[in-house]
């Protein structure tokens, strides 16, 4: 089983209080968990901020965009994968992207995973890019991705969507990884369809085993309609982590921070008929010895890799603390 971590990017004001985490923060938390032995650090992906953050705090958040940030890291660090844990595909232009996300895989000798979803939050969306008010997210989502494998494949690279196009566009230097993996983001039919037709990956969020497997039957047959081999498809899962001694703690815990209101801001969408005990049965969230059970029961569903999962905590040092004690407790159970 492979462990990830979600880098404090673009998560102030969401999952944690704002203000939060320095750039030099961010940095911090990436090298210390190749140090402490994690498989991925990812960086989650905002250009605005939404309105449930604005209702809640007085001032903004900083979000730092990911691939620049996980740029710095990898220069930082050797061995670390670097996950955008999600990359919001409506809002980038494929072709500058597919320059940036090549850039970042030759600088980090084929490091990048890329993670990408339609995003959660349509206000951001409309905000950042109103020309594209009416245009479906999942349709930007194909295109997007269908761009940056002909960017990273083809010497002349030409597109031609309902929305996305370019014409005879020669992007090098190529990605170091062949293909570089794209982990499709979400837990909806959508998401599914993608990562059997289009990507390496399939990534949701906050699910438990059940689902898991559910779902993976439904990336194969998607995978197979298409001619591709289900077996090339990894199934990964993107989970708050919340440890404690006690039951007790780490309710508590989890109470106090503000991930509780991250949580409520996805009610009306990926959370929708999710109440805090399901909540906490759907992510690794207990005691030691609760969790290894929880990572033995996602294994047994065929889950692979826990990407990019987000420890809960109020300060840098707390957050740290959780990923400490997940690789003290946790990780040597499933190596």
Same mark, same amino acid.
């Given at each position: 089983?492979?462990?990830?971590?979600?880098?404090?990017?673009?998560?102030?004001?969401?999952?944690?209080?704002?203000?939060?985490?320095?750039?030099?923060?961010?940095?911090?938390?990436?090298?210390?968990?190749?140090?402490?032995?994690?498989?991925?650090?990812?960086?989650?992906?905002?250009?605005?901020?939404?309105?449930?953050?604005?209702?809640?705090?007085?001032?903004?958040?900083d979000f730092f965009?990911?691939?620049?940030?996980?740029?710095?890291?990898?220069?930082?660090?050797?061995?670390?994968?670097?996950?955008?844990?999600?990359?919001?595909?409506?809002?980038?232009?494929?072709?500058?992207?597919?320059?940036?996300?090549?850039?970042?895989?030759?600088?980090?000798?084929?490091? #990048?995973? +890329? !993670?990408?979803?339609?995003?959660?939050? $349509?206000?951001? /969306? %409309?905000?950042?890019?109103? &020309? *594209?008010?009416?245009?479906?997210?999942?349709?930007?989502?194909?295109?997007?991705?269908?761009?940056?494998?002909?960017?990273?494949?083809?010497?002349?690279?030409?597109?031609?969507?309902?929305?996305?196009?370019?014409?005879?566009?020669?992007?090098?230097?190529?990605?170091?990884?062949?293909?570089?993996?794209?982990?499709?983001?979400?837990?909806?039919?959508?998401?599914?369809?993608?990562?059997?037709?289009?990507?390496?990956?399939?990534?949701?969020?906050?699910?438990?085993?059940?689902?898991?497997?559910?779902?993976?039957?439904?990336?194969?047959?998607?995978?197979?309609?298409?001619?591709?081999?289900?077996?090339?498809?990894?199934?990964?899962?993107?989970?708050? #982590?919340? +440890? !404690?001694?006690?039951?007790?703690?780490? $309710?508590?815990? /989890? %109470?106090?921070?503000?991930? &509780? *209101?991250?949580?409520?801001?996805?009610?009306?969408?990926?959370?929708?008929?999710?109440?805090?005990?399901?909540?906490?049965?759907?992510?690794?969230?207990?005691?030691?010895?609760?969790?290894?059970?929880?990572v033995q029961a996602?294994q047994e569903a065929?889950?692979?890799?826990?990407?990019?999962?987000?420890?809960?905590?109020?300060?840098?040092?707390?957050?740290?603390?959780?990923?400490?004690?997940?690789?003290?407790?946790?990780?040597?159970?499933?190596?």
């Open positions: 089983m492979k462990f990830g971590v979600e880098a404090p990017t673009c998560t102030a004001g969401m999952m944690y209080p704002t203000p939060f985490a320095t750039a030099q923060d961010v940095v911090r938390v990436a090298v210390e968990a190749e140090q402490l032995g994690y498989y991925d650090v990812g960086g989650n992906d905002h250009l605005s901020t939404m309105q449930f953050i604005r209702d809640a705090w007085t001032e903004p958040p965009e990911p691939l620049v940030t996980l740029s710095n890291i990898a220069a930082r660090t050797s061995v670390i994968r670097l996950t955008t844990g999600i990359l919001v595909l409506p809002m980038r232009d494929p072709v500058l992207l597919a320059k940036q996300v090549a850039t970042l895989d030759q600088l980090s000798g084929g490091r #990048v995973i +890329l !993670g990408v979803a339609v995003g959660g939050y $349509r206000d951001e /969306f %409309e905000g950042v890019v109103p &020309d *594209l008010a009416d245009a479906p997210r999942a349709r930007l989502a194909v295109e997007g991705i269908e761009s940056l494998r002909a960017l990273w494949t083809e010497r002349r690279a030409g597109y031609a969507g309902r929305y996305r196009r370019f014409d005879s566009v020669e992007s090098y230097p190529k990605p170091v990884q062949d293909p570089l993996p794209i982990y499709s983001g979400g837990n909806v039919e959508g998401s599914l369809r993608r990562a059997g037709e289009l990507c390496d990956g399939w990534l949701p969020a906050k699910v438990g085993p059940d689902k898991i497997r559910a779902g993976r039957e439904k990336v194969d047959a998607y995978a197979r309609a298409a001619g591709r081999d289900p077996a090339a498809i990894t199934t990964a899962l993107q989970s708050v #982590v919340c +440890l !404690g001694d006690t039951a007790e703690q780490v $309710r508590e815990r /989890f %109470e106090r921070s503000a991930f &509780d *209101l991250f949580r409520r801001s996805l009610q009306t969408t990926m959370t929708k008929g999710v109440d805090l005990d399901a909540y906490f049965d759907a992510n690794l969230i207990g005691t030691p010895d609760e969790v290894c059970a929880k996602y065929g889950l692979e890799h826990f990407c990019a999962s987000l420890f809960v905590g109020n300060t840098v040092d707390e957050m740290l603390d959780q990923l400490r004690m997940f690789a003290k407790y946790v990780m040597p159970a499933f190596q």
